[in-house]
């Protein structure tokens, strides 16, 4: 060491050579005072001082700030002679007339005389300032980069290099064991019927020494199963072997869950709405709905075809609008009313006039709609064509008034025959002919009664007929049908009671019994469940019948009869579809091509505050921000070209005024012969989410920004280290080296290009134009390109001269991310192709290239933020899906337009477009 030689040095002149020679910062002390005798360059290049300063000075008025700190150190060595050192000491020291902090290793040794008494103190010194402050400067990378793991909701994990030995760095995962390294974790840790999959992905990993990556399902700490996306990357020695791998994984169990439920209940909606929609439009009875304001919001097809109009000029139009007559109008207007004031179904009877079939007489009735708080929201109808059954019960009561005469002429004849017995021989002749009459009558009679029996059988609703006092019970064919009755089988009212259900039994025969009282009957209308003959299946019928009195006593009762079981069973569908409708976390909202809103469920309600009555009939701009009513028009033309609108990102007002995102899925609804009849709206809330992509881009800009200073020194280091290395001859360190510097500005440019995408979508990202020649510019990018690349050739025929008024940075990213995309996913010595036009005032720019090319389902996203192509071929290409979102945006925000063609294993070629400058 060099204060050992000083300590044996007592010539002066020897000692100055050696002192001014030295490597390190020396300084000669006298013992006895502390004044400086000797100091070199070295010293004063340390300290920061001139030597007028510090020669013939006592050490402690140069540097007073160390005073109290080393004083008695230094007082130590001159008594005792015994060496003082200190390593890397934290010093705030005066250099150059201002205050510094400076880190310096210094020694305090004795110089002796041969008496062995000390005669100087040597004071040596290295500063080491920058080596200290750079080991600081790594711990505190190291320590932001644990506190990142710490932060992160994902488990973070390390793997062996085959994958048998885990370890979890944070001790928030699944097995949740922290104390060592976690052996046969695959057997705890991985669902058994996803073991295949994951144990093939994995070796695929390994073999190829690719990235991991893999949403598969788990069993968790507690033995429950969950769900989770892993995803590792191997981390490779000099040699290209694998030596560790380094991963996190997310716990993604609650969104598989809600994407189950929410695929779930889509399809049994779907269900419900087709077999609904099969129902109305099969039905030969007319269904309709009305709002309270008389409108029309639904109508079926058999009602359509009775006005000879279509959905779009009937649905949303009034009473008057579809031909009803005034009084006609105005009476359903009150019945309506009526319906909402009381809550009850309301009947009747009215004749109408058919569009082709003339006019006919019509039975409907009329239901409340509700709310889930019980008030009428809307009224719907069925009616029913009874033009036949009037038509034969109409001829049964006039040959029932026929038969009725004839039998009061009959009595009336006998009576006089008896009375005037001796005039019967003289009135022979007469009697004769009368004979003649009654038999004309009776064959007249029976044609009659051919022809209603003939009338009742053409028609679909069974016919019955019932003498209360002999008990006999006639069945039509339709009716037996109805209820099952073998033709061999003939009815009586006991067979008749016995198949009515058991749990409407009682109040049916209780009703019967009221019909044929002659205080209380005279009608019979309702319907009820029956168990069919033979095979005992349940059937519900509307049943319809009519007593006849005769001196208070009920002598013949007749009705029709007719199965209901499919309506009653719409009915219950339709209810079914009602709410899951109403139970629907998204606004479900329907509206004509008008704009008009038909529908609005519970869901619509609770994310924009007006109640169904407020918005039903009104126009969907009132949701609509004035400066978006554009949006309108374009999603109507999509649709009525029978597109369908998905994940429509927009905003939209609410009640209070309140701005929101949501995401619309509109499609249009069609009827049985494919005609678009409205249009179906799903509106979903999705501000929570904006607001969680927001905070996520301002955490990777943020994190992004912290790495940058750490990564920025350590290419500083390896571009020092490099220097210094090329005269050490030693190949292996150069290129260990340079590899390292690879990787950095690997990482350099992805951390970049998280920082545009941060300061692209928090709008700091700035756009400087100015005017270029882009052929000029496209021939540097590709002068660029051609110092990385391999055997492939870009061929490129400059084009005239063509100014635009662009950012030329950013155009250039642009122009060189689409060279390095070419070229990473082209075979060796495949030709990249580049061209640039002028079309309809625009400038437009490709390139081409001949690899492996996109596949159609993917195309339509490659511009997505972080979306990557996920192939075996892909699987070795690293990249985040940053780089053509990136320059898509910067493209979008000169005005101009990207987009890509492509075909699987015939190449693809990437286009961008920029205005021209205009005089």
Not at 289 to 298: A, M, P, R
Request: overall charge negative; glycine content about 6%.
């Amino acid at each position: 060491m060099v204060f050992e030689w000083i300590m044996h040095l007592q010539d002066n002149e020897q000692l100055y050579s050696v002192v001014q020679s030295a490597p390190i910062g020396i300084c000669i002390l006298d013992a006895a005072t502390f004044k400086a005798e000797l100091l070199n360059d070295k010293f004063m290049e340390i300290t920061g001082k001139p030597q007028e300063a510090i020669i013939g000075k006592w050490y402690w008025d140069p540097f007073s700030e160390a005073r109290e700190a080393y004083e008695a150190a230094l007082n130590n060595v001159a008594q005792t002679g015994e060496t003082f050192h200190t390593d890397e000491a934290e010093l705030m020291l005066v250099r150059h007339g201002r205050e510094e902090m400076i880190f310096v290793t210094f020694v305090y040794a004795a110089v002796m005389n041969t008496a062995g008494k000390v005669t100087r103190i040597a004071v040596w010194a290295i500063e080491n300032t920058w080596q200290a402050q750079k080991r600081r400067a790594i711990i505190a990378s190291e320590e932001r980069l644990r506190a990142l793991i710490t932060a992160s909701s994902d488990v973070i994990y390390s793997l062996s290099a085959d994958w048998e030995v885990m370890r979890e760095l944070d001790g928030r995962g699944f097995l949740k064991d922290t104390h060592g390294p976690i052996t046969g974790w695959r057997t705890r840790n991985v669902h058994p019927d996803d073991m295949e999959m994951v144990n093939a992905t994995i070796d695929e990993a390994v073999r190829k020494k690719q990235i991991f990556q893999l949403e598969h399902r788990v069993l968790r700490a507690d033995g429950s199963p969950g769900w989770t996306f892993s995803r590792a990357v191997p981390v490779l020695d000099d040699q290209g072997d694998i030596v560790e791998w380094f991963g996190t994984a997310s716990d993604i169990t609650e969104r598989k869950r809600i994407e189950n439920a929410l695929r779930e209940a889509r399809e049994q909606a779907d269900r419900q709405k087709r077999v609904y929609e099969a129902i109305t439009s099969g039905t030969p009875d007319l269904m309709y709905v009305w709002d309270l304001d008389y409108h029309f919001t639904y109508v079926n097809s058999a009602l359509l075809a009775m006005w000879g109009k279509t959905w779009d000029t009937a649905v949303g139009k009034g009473l008057r609008e579809n031909g009803y007559e005034e009084w006609h109008a105005a009476m359903h207007e009150r019945e309506i009313d009526q319906v909402r004031a009381t809550k009850k179904p309301v009947r009747g009877e009215v004749a109408f006039p058919h569009a082709t079939l003339g006019k006919r007489i019509y039975d409907y009735i009329l239901i409340p709609v509700l709310n889930e708080r019980g008030e009428v929201e809307a009224v719907a109808g069925t009616t029913r064509d009874i033009t036949e059954r009037k038509l034969w019960e109409e001829k049964l009561a006039q040959a029932s008034e026929e038969l009725q005469a004839i039998n009061e002429e009959m009595v009336a004849v006998n009576e006089e025959q008896a009375a005037s017995n001796e005039e019967l021989t003289v009135t022979n002749e007469e009697l004769t002919a009368m004979q003649q009459r009654l038999e004309t009558s009776n064959h007249e009679l029976e044609a009659s009664s051919s022809r209603l029996r003939m009338a009742i059988e053409s028609t679909r609703l069974g016919t019955w007929d019932y003498d209360p006092r002999s008990g006999a019970l006639y069945w039509s064919k339709e009716c037996r049908e109805v209820y099952g009755l073998p033709e061999d089988q003939n009815p009586t009212f006991a067979t008749f009671s016995e198949h009515i259900h058991p749990e409407d039994h009682d109040w049916v025969q209780r009703r019967i019994q009221k019909a044929i009282d002659p205080e209380t009957g005279g009608h019979y209308e309702l319907s009820f469940r029956i168990v069919r003959f033979g095979d005992g299946e349940i059937r519900w019928i509307k049943v319809q019948g009519t007593v006849y009195f005769d001196q208070g006593q009920a002598i013949r009762f007749i009705g029709t009869v007719l199965d209901i079981t499919d309506i009653k069973t719409a009915e219950e569908q339709s209810a079914k579809l009602a709410a899951i409708i109403q139970s629907s976390d998204d606004a479900i909202i329907s509206k004509t091509f008008e704009s008009v809103i038909t529908s609005w469920n519970a869901a619509a309600e609770r994310i924009f505050g007006y109640t169904a009555g407020e918005m039903i009939g009104e126009s969907i701009y009132k949701l609509i921000p004035e400066e978006l009513h554009y949006e309108e028009p374009q999603i109507l033309a999509r649709l009525r070209a029978g597109q369908r609108v998905q994940h429509f990102e927009t905003k939209r007002r609410t009640r209070d005024g309140r701005l929101i995102d949501v995401s619309l899925t509109i499609s249009p609804v069609k009827d049985s012969r494919g005609n678009i009849i409205g249009l179906s709206k799903i509106a979903r809330d999705i501000t929570e989410k904006k607001l969680d992509e927001t905070r996520k881009s301002d955490f990777i800009g943020m994190v992004s920004h912290e790495l940058k200073t750490p990564l920025t020194s350590l290419s500083a280091i390896i571009q020092v280290t490099n220097t210094k290395l090329k005269a050490s001859g030693d190949s292996f360190l150069m290129n260990a080296m340079e590899k390292a510097n690879q990787q950095v500005k690997r990482m350099t440019t992805m951390i970049n290009g998280f920082l545009n995408i941060s300061r692209l979508e928090s709008g700091k990202i700035h756009i400087e134009k100015q005017s270029f020649d882009i052929g000029e510019l496209i021939t540097d990018m590709i002068d660029e390109a051609s110092l990385t690349v391999g055997s492939n050739q870009i061929r490129f025929e400059r084009c005239p001269p063509i100014e635009v008024n662009a950012d030329r940075d950013k155009i250039g990213s642009v122009i060189s991310n689409l060279i390095s995309n070419a070229i990473k996913y082209s075979p060796m010595a495949a030709a990249v192709e580049i061209t640039c036009t002028t079309r309809d005032g625009q400038v437009i720019v490709s390139v081409k290239d001949e690899g492996m090319g996109i596949k159609p389902e993917d195309l339509g996203k490659i511009f997505d933020r972080y979306y990557r192509v996920e192939a075996a071929q892909t699987r070795h290409i690293a990249g985040f899906g940053i780089g053509l979102y990136l320059s898509s945006e910067i493209i979008q925000r000169h005005g101009g337009k990207v987009w890509a063609e492509s075909e699987p294993g015939a190449g693809s070629t990437f286009y961008f477009s920029l205005p021209l400058e205009t005089d």
